[in-house]
């Protein structure tokens, strides 16, 4: 079977690939070995991610692809009870909060793939304080004048970093050759802000792992947040439904099938090969187009194409992807995730050190409810939400790495009603990799636990019990050393996305555009002309004049295409 | 034909409907000629449209059919667990010319009772009937393949010859099965248009609008639509976006 494109893996980076690839006219074939979308971003149900599981734990390895996949996840441990119902949990195996402007929504807008699958705002950030307690995030400005924690003159502090990092804070005096300082030190330094407040911006509002990050991703990455904030929602992440990205790569690849890709899922790849057709494989030749043959398990013909994109994990060393395979992990992150039967319960640990609402000359658009009113909750149950843990922060947990727990419930149609799933990451530094994922994570299990007993309850309860658990360590390849390839001789690998929850999702899709480009790019030198779809010539008046005049299809000028009329369509009458 | 009362759209229940089928049985021609009937004929809906969306009047009330069609993802047995997701009708489409079609809709049958809602309203559907019935006018047997779209396996209509000995599923066979498996049972021309609509009018009075309405109000959505029935935290995406584009512009 011809095609112009083979795209291996269905990862968020390759399917949103594939979805563009199939949007400009070409023609995908888009094929993975497992039986479910989504790769290494893939959501499962409970008995899905047992089985995943249990394949790489074992030390029989029946594939290529489940070799490299063993290297990148080590020291998996899970409980041995299915819990019922498995079918309706989604567990992401990489777990995420999209913020609400970046690449990624921009793309599942202009895809059209949004309309696939729904979100839901993240609820609440909150820092874990002690056991059955936590402490609000001062995200916003709202949330500074509400809160009972802070001081007047610590108010203002936070107010003063808040509007610093919304602005265009590039080369103003206060960031001036800081860029690089370790960020909770920048905080302290030129915000004089407190330990409480500086470990909330750092991995709450910043979401650093360490306090050695530095400073200007730092602030980058806030003031996006921020920006995103009020674009939904207060909040500034999106929550995907059904276990996240997973549900959202399978939306790009129903695109891309919409649009005509072929899709086969469950089979093997027992070759990948350049065509024989192919005279030298010297690669610096010029204008020698090569020719990609993959061949499938139980599939008589051989899928060939022009280009091949391709995750890591199927590209084999004979065909020089295997830079990005070795064996030296730019990141690891060490995982959990749980299945508990109760939620957790967010009570704030806030004690007042300043006289409270001594702050009404602050506010002037809410007055009427600002004197007496509590203006929280005393606690809260969450359903989707994300609980941070500073470094430091439990006796037997690591000292120099903030953890990050996500949990979602029935609210983001990831878990049965009245189950959750805690998603809990922690990443690796050297040091700690001799260590389990199990004794790493289990203290802080425990400590999600804890909240789940709230100790504002009258009566005694108690915690959650945790109904399956699973442990893993997930290591992430190093990024590919040498330029892109610009040739067009090489694989398109995809490039690594860094597993952390509010980068994955836009940092995988800015990937995806890089990919399509490269594949263009390719595809143009290798002669091959897209099909392009007689709506899109006849649609605006400046296309119908360059169909007009050329015999070839007109320049792609965009990642996404205009939407058609009918994938547009909402309201049809009858 | 009627104007859409204005109102209508406030009490209009949105339902997701699947197809499955073999290839080239006649999945997309049937939504074609459901969709795009004699009231817009010059509005051919776009190949490889996301999905498709039809109103169905029903007495008092307004179905939103948002027609899903496999894209071909059947082919290898790829569809995504998301294609079954909060469907509350689906369409298992065969050819009556076809034995084989009819064992694979019953596959399907099991998959959609494996995957989906358990509510779901399954209708069989045996297509092509123009092509066994005595009265088959005989022109232009090749229309309806035209109709299909970029996802089916290109025509394999057994044309010519004698229309009788073409059929190869009796119609009591498929509906002792259909009755069997509580299934709804049609036998359809999407090329003429035989029992076409009365698939999705029938859908239509066996789906439990009540029910969808109260729990989409109520903020509970178990296995309702998975359109823009707002849930309380729920967000569309296309909601900042949307705005400025009208419509429709008839």
Not at chain 1, 251 to 269: H, P
Not at chain 2, 212 to 223: D, E, F, M, V, Y
Request: contains cysteine; aromatic residues 8%.
């Amino acid at each position: 079977m011809d095609f112009d494109v083979v795209v291996l893996g269905t990862g968020l980076s390759e399917s949103v690939a594939a979805a563009a690839l199939s949007k400009a006219g070409y023609k995908v074939a888009h094929v993975d070995t497992n039986q479910y979308y989504g790769g290494d971003e893939a959501s499962l149900t409970v008995e899905e991610l047992a089985e995943w599981a249990d394949a790489r734990a074992s030390d029989d390895p029946s594939s290529d692809y489940l070799a490299n996949q063993r290297a990148r996840y080590t020291s998996i441990t899970r409980s041995q009870t299915i819990p019922p119902q498995s079918r309706q949990y989604s567990v992401s195996l990489a777990p995420s909060i999209v913020p609400s402007i970046g690449p990624h929504i921009d793309s599942l807008i202009a895809s059209g793939v949004s309309r696939y699958g729904q979100f839901k705002l993240l609820e609440k950030v909150a820092v874990y304080d002690r056991p059955g307690y936590v402490q609000s995030v001062p995200g916003s400005k709202e949330d500074v004048f509400k809160s009972k924690a802070l001081s007047l003159l610590d108010k203002r502090r936070l107010m003063r970093f808040l509007m610093f990092a919304a602005g265009d804070f590039e080369g103003k005096k206060e960031l001036e050759g800081k860029e690089q300082t370790p960020f909770v030190q920048y905080l302290q330094d030129v915000f004089s802000l407190k330990d409480q407040a500086t470990s909330a911006i750092a991995y709450a509002l910043a979401f650093c792992t360490s306090a050695e990050e530095p400073t200007l991703p730092a602030m980058q990455r806030i003031r996006q947040y921020l920006r995103s904030a009020g674009r939904y929602g207060a909040s500034p992440f999106l929550v995907g439904h059904y276990g996240g990205l997973g549900e959202t790569a399978q939306g790009f690849c129903r695109t891309s099938a919409v649009k005509g890709g072929t899709y086969i899922l469950g089979r093997r790849v027992v070759s990948v090969e350049s065509s024989p057709d192919d005279s030298t494989k010297d690669e610096k030749s010029t204008s020698t187009s090569h020719s990609y043959s993959v061949k499938l398990i139980d599939f008589d013909e051989r899928l060939t194409a022009k280009v091949l994109v391709s995750s890591p994990d199927y590209v084999p060393t004979s065909l020089g992807g295997n830079t990005s395979t070795s064996k030296q992990s730019a990141y690891a992150v060490a995982r959990c995730v749980a299945i508990i039967d109760k939620p957790l319960v967010f009570t704030p640990s806030e004690v007042p050190e300043d006289t409270p609402s001594t702050d009404t000359d602050g506010p002037t658009d809410g007055p009427e409810d600002e004197p007496s009113e509590k203006p929280e909750p005393p606690s809260y149950d969450v359903d989707t939400a994300l609980l941070v843990f500073p470094p430091g922060c439990l006796q037997n947990g690591s000292t120099t790495t903030a953890v990050h727990a996500l949990v979602t419930g029935e609210g983001s149609m990831s878990a049965p009603r009245g189950r959750y799933i805690v998603n809990i990451s922690l990443s690796l530094s050297e040091s700690t990799l001799s260590s389990s994922a199990e004794e790493l994570l289990r203290p802080y299990l425990e400590a999600a636990l804890s909240l789940t007993a709230p100790p504002s309850s009258s009566s005694v309860t108690s915690p959650a019990t945790s109904l399956f658990s699973l442990f893993y360590i997930h290591h992430t390849p190093a990024a590919v050393s040498s330029a892109p390839p610009s040739s067009s001789s090489s694989v398109i690998v995809t490039p690594p996305s860094r597993p952390h929850l509010p980068t994955i999702a836009d940092e995988a899709t800015e990937h995806a555009e890089a990919m399509f480009w490269t594949a263009v790019k390719q595809l143009k030198a290798a002669g091959v002309q897209r099909t392009v779809p007689k709506e899109e010539a006849e649609e605006g008046d400046a296309s119908v004049e360059k169909a007009g005049t050329e015999d070839t299809s007109p320049d792609i000028d965009s990642f996404w295409p205009p939407l058609d009329a009918v994938e547009d369509e909402t309201s049809d009458e009858w | 034909m009627a104007d859409a009362a204005s109102g209508s759209t406030e009490r209009s229940v949105q339902v997701k409907l699947v197809l499955l089928g073999e290839a080239a049985v006649g999945k997309s021609s049937i939504v074609l000629r459901f969709v795009s009937n004699e009231f817009q004929p010059n509005k051919e809906p776009t190949i490889g449209a996301a999905f498709l969306t039809q109103k169905c009047r029903l007495e008092d009330r307004v179905l939103r059919y948002e027609i899903w069609d496999t894209a071909g993802q059947e082919r290898f047995h790829s569809l995504a667990p998301m294609y079954y997701r909060n469907a509350q009708a689906a369409v298992v489409v065969y050819d009556v010319t076809k034995a084989s079609s009819l064992e694979k809709a019953k596959t399907w049958v099991k998959e959609l009772q494996r995957q989906a809602n358990p509510n779901i309203v399954i209708a069989l559907a045996g297509n092509k009937i123009d092509l066994v019935t005595p009265s088959a006018s005989s022109s232009t047997p090749e229309s309806e393949d035209e109709a299909d779209d970029a996802t089916a396996t290109p025509g394999e209509t057994g044309t010519s010859g004698e229309p009788e000995s073409l059929r190869q599923v009796p119609r009591d066979e498929a509906e002792a099965y259909a009755q069997e498996a509580g299934l709804l049972f049609f036998e359809t021309s999407a090329k003429t248009g035989e029992g076409v609509v009365e698939i999705f009018t029938e859908i239509a009075k066996k789906i439990p609008i009540d029910q969808i309405l109260a729990s989409t109000r109520g903020g509970q959505r178990p296995g309702a639509a998975s359109g823009r029935a707002a849930q309380e935290g729920g967000v569309n995406l296309e909601e900042n976006n949307a705005k400025g584009k009208d419509a429709c512009n008839c």
